[in-house]
């Protein structure tokens, strides 16, 4: 006795074509006789249509583009996660940069004893001004990151 969930698969006799033949039919029989057969087998004398064993091809397509669906879905949400996080990394990158600009400017302005000389403050001047060009263009290159994101979500949601 069998488990009620195995499955035996009737055994299928196979009828090699030779190479050459057209026909898709086992050498002995042509179409039109197999076509008869079937005609009249049916009953209705009109060619029987297709089983539902035959749609599997088009239910494993549907599943295909569902998974593909999902897959899209799935890479366009990483994408907009790290676009997302690389304008927060941008946003806190600025942050930082900004307060150590502040310090390196009191620093600049304090009294200093001895004071500092001339070439070390325009030194300091040229390094606070680069730092500032640095500080916007972060803060210019990540203004557009949310919106982006934001996008890129909305896409993922309607792929």
Same mark, same amino acid.
């Given at each position: 006795?069998? /488990?009620?969930?195995?499955? +035996?698969?009737?055994?299928?006799?196979?009828?090699?074509? /030779?190479? @050459?033949?057209?026909?898709? !039919? =086992? /050498?002995? #029989?042509?179409?039109?006789?197999?076509?008869?057969?079937?005609?009249?087998?049916?009953?209705? @004398?009109?060619?029987?249509?297709?089983?539902? !064993?035959?749609?599997? =091809? !088009? +239910?494993?397509?549907?599943?295909?583009?569902?998974?593909?669906?999902?897959?899209?879905?799935?890479?366009?949400?990483?994408?907009?996660?790290? &676009? @997302? *996080?690389?304008? %927060?990394?941008?946003?806190?990158?600025? #942050?930082?940069?900004?307060?150590?600009?502040?310090?390196? &400017?009191?620093?600049?302005?304090?009294?200093?004893?001895?004071?500092?000389?001339?070439?070390?403050?325009s030194h300091l001047?040229?390094?606070?001004?680069?730092? +500032? #060009?640095?500080?916007? !263009? *972060?803060?210019?290159?990540?203004?557009? %990151? =949310?919106?982006?994101?934001?996008?890129?979500?909305?896409?993922?949601?309607?792929?």
């Amino acid at each position: 006795m069998q /488990p009620p969930f195995e499955y +035996q698969y009737p055994q299928q006799q196979t009828t090699e074509v /030779p190479l @050459g033949s057209s026909s898709s !039919a =086992p /050498p002995s #029989m042509d179409s039109s006789s197999i076509d008869s057969a079937n005609a009249t087998a049916n009953g209705s @004398g009109e060619i029987p249509q297709p089983d539902a !064993a035959a749609s599997v =091809p !088009a +239910q494993n397509n549907e599943a295909n583009i569902i998974i593909s669906s999902f897959i899209i879905h799935d890479t366009i949400t990483d994408i907009a996660t790290e &676009v @997302g *996080l690389t304008g %927060l990394t941008i946003v806190n990158t600025w #942050m930082l940069l900004n307060r150590r600009k502040t310090a390196l &400017v009191r620093f600049r302005n304090a009294v200093h004893n001895p004071p500092l000389s001339k070439t070390m403050l325009s030194h300091l001047d040229d390094i606070i001004h680069r730092l +500032q #060009m640095s500080l916007d !263009a *972060l803060q210019h290159g990540s203004v557009a %990151l =949310p919106a982006i994101s934001h996008d890129l979500y909305q896409f993922a949601a309607h792929a």
